[in-house]
């Protein structure tokens, strides 16, 4: 079903906007009528109008005096005005218009059929905008919800290897450990070391998965238990500053994107950047938070720093998404040495973070107007 549009008739006098009403609505959309300028501009401030139809001619400001103030507000310089003129047009009058924001003009006598083709126009093209508004929000929706569960996905699967085939394995290590037969002491013990390689396995996957400490003593504690393991992994030496030296806790939305942000990165650090060192810097200053993932590596490609199409692969697109859910900006580019990776969000939520804390710590266990 099609998304009916607002088209704003402005005339001073009735007998005309009756005129433009009764030609326009063939169109079937809904017609707002304004008597004057100052009528219109609320119009606008109140409806989302795709097309003005502006009588040149009105009293207190023109058509062209309005149409000049309509396309200054910054809400409606993509709104159409078509201007209504029972004057001759000279060339420099039409200049003029168009120089205050008309997209078209239709002389007096009105041709019917020319008005409402032209009209028909610049509807649609409103229409589809909309439509595509309304698709790509839907789009942002269900991207964030694919996020959300993912994170939850993790959380669950984290949960389940430590207290299911983590205690299983415990339980086993336990019964192959007193086993003492002599004639099968080295192959318990080689069975023993198996179990318990195979425990500190599902111990770093759970971790990596979802750390617990990211729950239970916030991002700091979980970055820097992430950057040691890293260390430790893969040879790279890694270091994290934060500024002021002790953060706030901030929302577990929140905590856990920067957590995963900077987890992205340097996974990239260890695959792609053949760096010895990473640098991990956490910034609160000026009402936001600054997360910047530096390394000493080979750099990236200049594609990649453009974010040009078919570029970004999985991890980054991941980031984006991330760092657009919190209102914020994403960095790529070469620092020569190596690659420096820059998240700027609006610090919004430690407050709520601080709320939500406290709030825990006190708990016991239809269609337009017709006219304006």
């Not at 005339?11 to 009764?22: I, M, N, T, W």
């Not at 992205?264 to 009402?287: D, I, M, P, Y």
């Not at 420096?340 to 919004?348: A, D, S, W, Y």
Request: with cysteine; hydrophobic share 40%; charged share 25%.
């Amino acid at each position: 079903m099609s998304i009916k549009v607002n088209i704003l008739l402005v005339d001073g006098q009735p007998g005309k906007l009756l005129s433009y009403e009764a030609i326009l609505s063939q169109l079937g959309e809904n017609l707002i009528k304004a008597h004057s300028a100052n009528e219109a501009l609320e119009c606008l401030l109140k409806n989302d109008v795709a097309v003005v139809v502006i009588d040149v001619c009105m009293p207190e400001l023109d058509g062209f005096e309005l149409a000049d103030m309509i396309s200054r507000h910054r809400r409606f310089q993509k709104t159409a005005i078509i201007f209504i003129s029972g004057m001759h047009m000279t060339d420099m009058d039409r200049l003029k218009g168009y120089e205050h924001g008309a997209v078209d003009y239709i002389s007096v006598p009105i041709i019917p059929e020319l008005l409402r083709a032209k009209v028909r126009v610049f509807v649609e093209l409103h229409r589809k905008a909309r439509e595509l508004e309304i698709i790509d929000s839907d789009m942002r929706q269900l991207s964030n919800r694919l996020v959300t569960v993912q994170d939850e996905e993790r959380r669950r699967l984290a949960r389940e290897l430590h207290d299911g085939l983590g205690q299983e394995l415990t339980a086993a290590k336990m019964i192959v450990d007193g086993i003492r037969a002599a004639e099968s002491r080295e192959k318990v013990e080689e069975a023993s070391k198996l179990i318990q390689d195979a425990l500190q396995q599902v111990r770093t996957i759970s971790h990596l998965l979802h750390p617990p400490l990211l729950d239970e003593l916030g991002l700091e504690a979980a970055l820097r238990w992430y950057l040691e393991g890293l260390a430790k992994r893969s040879g790279i030496k890694t270091s994290l500053e934060i500024q002021p030296p002790h953060l706030s806790r901030f929302t577990p939305e929140l905590e856990n994107a920067v957590y995963r942000i900077v987890q992205e990165a340097l996974t990239n650090v260890f695959r792609h950047s053949g760096a010895r060192e990473a640098r991990v810097e956490l910034a609160q200053t000026n009402g936001q938070l600054t997360i910047s993932v530096r390394d000493d590596g080979k750099g990236i490609p200049k594609r990649l720093t453009e974010f040009k199409p078919g570029s970004v692969g999985v991890g980054i697109g991941g980031m984006r998404q991330r760092v657009s859910e919190l209102g914020g900006k994403l960095k790529l580019e070469n620092a020569n040495p190596g690659t420096l990776v820059q998240v700027v969000i609006p610090n919004t939520s430690a407050k709520m973070g601080e709320q939500v804390a406290s709030e825990i710590s006190t708990e016991a266990p239809g269609k337009p107007p017709m006219r304006c």
